[in-house]
Nanobody, 118 residues
Framework: QVRLAASGGALVQAGGSLRLSCLVPEPFFSTNRIGWYRQAPGNERVLLGSIIYDRRAEYVDSVQDRFTISKHTANNTVDLLMTSLKPEDTGVYYC????????????WGQGTQVTVSS
């Protein structure tokens, strides 16, 4: 079973930026929607945004205009660039294939911890 692993997490100050990366094997990279999720302490995992093909990425309101999802064909990665980080962005970040029903399609892989200090 394929599992996607997120990487790049770190401790950053509020207002800072961070780029996370997710290596996505074929055929998922070329044919499926890929999403970024966050699980904040004590909360459920939530979908923050996703991208498919070369279309414009979709985002939830809380990260719109601060987070950017991009695909990189050179190395089959889907990145999450986070700017203007807030303490409430703290959590474990995951990537996964997103089904047409906007549900995670694969078993969860390794997440990466992002901690935003105030």
């Amino acid at each position: 079973q394929v599992r996607l692993a997120a990487s790049g997490g770190a401790l950053v100050q509020a207002g800072g930026s961070l780029r996370l990366s997710c290596l996505v094997p074929e055929p998922f990279f070329s044919t499926n929607r890929i999403g970024w999720y966050r699980q904040a302490p004590g909360n459920e995992r939530v979908l923050l945004g996703s991208i498919i093909y070369d279309r414009r990425a979709e985002y939830v309101d809380s990260v719109q205009d601060r987070f950017t999802i991009s695909k990189h064909t050179a190395n089959n990665t889907v990145d999450l660039l986070m700017t203007s980080l807030k303490p409430e962005d703290t959590g474990v970040y995951y990537c996964n294939v997103v089904s047409p029903w906007r549900e995670p399609a694969l078993d969860w892989g390794q997440g990466t911890q992002v901690t935003v200090s105030s």
